[in-house]
């Protein structure tokens, strides 16, 4: 049974860092992509990274490149998401999913994780 549970949201002032983590089940991170989600309210969800452990290549929307960095963990079948120079505007529930992604793309699969908050406010 293919399951994903992210953790490590919060609140966080302007600036500063959370790590996002997506622990998953059921199957090994080189058989899927991984790919972190966000949705705020009223707005559409944004793709916001994925990463191909066994390729090694990675994804970053331009909202978020040179801030937040991917990772995985193959021992501990995690992947991480570092946020660092966090804005109010990255409050959102961020959602890690099995995706389809490239260096330039990413969509969502079909296994999604329940979903954590992120509230950036000072």
């Known amino acids: 049974q293919v399951q994903l549970v992210e953790s490590g949201g919060g609140l966080v002032q302007p600036g500063g860092s959370l790590r996002l983590s997506c622990a998953a089940s059921?199957?090994?991170?080189?058989?899927?992509?991984i790919g972190w989600f966000r949705q705020a309210p009223g707005k559409e969800r944004e793709g916001v990274s994925c990463?191909?452990?066994?390729?090694?290549?990675?994804y970053y929307a331009d909202s978020v490149k040179g801030r937040f960095t991917i990772s995985g963990d193959n021992a501990k079948n995690t992947v991480f998401l570092q946020m660092n120079s966090l804005k109010p505007e990255d409050t959102a529930i961020y959602y890690c999913?099995?995706?389809?992604?490239?260096?330039?793309?990413?969509?969502?699969?079909?296994?999604w994780g329940q979903g954590t908050q992120v509230t950036v406010s000072s």
């Open positions: 990463i191909n452990i066994s390729d090694g290549y990675t």
């Open positions: 059921g199957f090994t991170l080189d058989y899927y992509n």
């Open positions: 999913a099995t995706s389809e992604c490239s260096t330039w793309y990413v969509n969502a699969g079909d296994y």
